[in-house]
């Protein structure tokens, strides 16, 4: 007994001393270049403001077989979504006769590095939109289709095919954009209430303890550069609003409705937190 | 007539559920004081059981301590968190008073800004789940297993 416990003190000492190495805890130091030639930002300054010190992907938390999924666009099983999100952008559908093609062309191009700045600000609807509800103006207004429900039809993969378009491209969004910073502020105090039975915040978990092991997962800063992201529990792309609500559960607290006004706020103000951190999507996940 | 009976029998387990709680010497979440850092009496007015509080320490739907502590009393089982210090020795470090108190509702002895959530209190967060209104996560007994529990890590 005396023994194990001189050992863990030892071990404690250590991961203090050599808080960012793979020890123990923290997140790795290593580098993630995507097909040996797209090197990404996975760590990087924060812009002003930010409450931490350095901006660190989800990838550098996670372990090496899932790391090494996520480098090669082969092997990682997101990328099956994203084939589908192709096929998808080209396939006409509604009643204008229209595909997301027939409007925008080659996504490679039209839709090079969009990803990266959304939420973006919606005059019409007076609130912020993300890809997800951009998708569903286009299809309403435009193709004369329906809108697709959360998680449902074609929504996960076009979005992750829109947004992989912007791999490796840097996150930034535009406060300045109509009422986007009081949105910012209402996902601000969101992230800091702590929700549910267990009574704990966004911030409790992703701020003061990311880095250190809750049962058998490893805190990440709980970033969303990397969204959809596929996670390999489930087998399956997974959408941010998805997540959010997950962890908001995991309080044991009520659900915000995905795209409702806490979501979408909470969307903004999470985006911002990644800001400068290149665009991963799909990101795998565990 | 079946489904009268039926209704009669659930109503009756109500009753006794009510009562159960009325006349117990069951401490209620919002009477019980820390002083000190102490919750000096049990909830229960009897005293824990260590085994039981062992799994209930262990056990992901009710302390999952484990998520957050590690404990060589318990290396059987996989994945310790290490959000919380390892709680090997803590019984010397805390009395049995103060590791009620810590369980009960560490924010309370600690600081407002714990991880830690408070087993015994309604000091929650907002729009708890509607299932779990007025609930705490552990009931006075199962406190009284983990205290039982934390008293016999020793080293």
Redesign the interface.
Same mark, same amino acid.
């Given at each position: 007994?005396?023994k @194990?416990?001189l050992v863990?003190v030892a071990a404690i000492a250590m991961a203090g001393a050599l808080s960012t190495a793979a020890v123990?805890?923290g997140p790795v130091d290593e580098k993630l270049v995507i097909d040996g030639e797209i090197e990404m930002t996975t760590r990087t300054a924060p812009p002003e403001g930010h409450p931490l010190d350095e901006l660190i992907s989800g990838w550098h938390y996670r372990t090496v077989e899932t790391r090494a999924l996520e480098t090669d666009s082969f092997e990682n099983p997101g990328m099956l979504g994203v084939e589908d999100g192709e096929q998808i952008w080209n396939t006409v559908e509604g009643t204008e006769g229209k595909s997301c093609a027939s409007c925008h062309g080659d996504a490679a191009e039209s839709m090079k590095d969009v990803g990266a700045h959304f939420p973006k600000w919606d005059a019409e609807s007076g609130r912020p939109i993300n890809i997800e509800l951009q998708i569903n103006k286009c299809r309403t207004e435009r193709m004369g289709a329906e809108a697709y429900k959360f998680d449902k039809g074609g929504q996960k993969p076009l979005t992750a095919y829109i947004k992989r378009q912007s791999l490796g491209t840097p996150v930034s969004i535009d406060l300045s954009q109509g009422d986007m910073q009081s949105w910012w502020e209402k996902g601000k105090e969101m992230y800091y $209430? !702590? $929700?549910?039975? &267990?009574? &704990?915040?966004c911030a $409790?978990?992703h701020e003061?303890?990311n880095g @250190?092991?809750? !049962?058998?997962d490893h &805190?990440s800063q709980g970033q969303i550069n990397g969204f959809p992201t596929y996670r390999l529990k489930q087998g399956a792309l997974v959408s941010v609003h998805n997540r959010f609500r997950g962890c908001i559960r995991d $309080? !044991?607290?009520?659900m915000p409705a995905a795209f409702s006004d806490e979501l979408m706020a909470l969307e903004v103000y999470v985006t911002w937190r990644g800001t400068g951190l290149s665009v991963e999507t799909p990101a795998v996940r565990q | 007539m079946v489904i009268k009976a039926r209704t009669w029998l659930v109503a009756a387990a109500a009753v006794m559920a009510s009562t159960a709680v009325a006349y117990s010497s069951e401490m209620a979440p919002q009477d019980v004081k820390i002083e000190d850092n102490m919750v000096s009496a049990s909830l229960t007015g009897g005293a824990g059981d260590a085994a039981e509080g062992r799994k209930i320490f262990a056990n992901r739907k009710l302390g999952n301590c484990l998520a957050c502590h590690a404990v060589s009393d318990q290396s059987e089982q996989l994945f310790h968190g290490d959000v919380g210090p390892s709680l090997d020795g803590v019984a010397d470090r805390w009395s049995p008073e103060e590791l009620r108190a810590i369980v009960v509702n560490s924010k309370a002895v600690f600081t407002k800004d714990t991880i830690m959530p408070g087993f015994y209190s309604l000091d929650v967060g907002v729009h708890v789940r509607k299932d779990l209104v007025g609930k705490t996560i552990l009931t006075a007994q199962q406190v009284e297993d983990v205290v039982a529990y934390l008293a016999t890590l020793k080293e």
């Open positions: 007994m005396k @194990q416990y863990s123990a805890g $209430t !702590r $929700t549910g039975q &267990l009574n &704990l915040s $409790t978990c003061d303890h @250190q092991f809750i !049962r058998a &805190l $309080t !044991r607290a009520e | -």
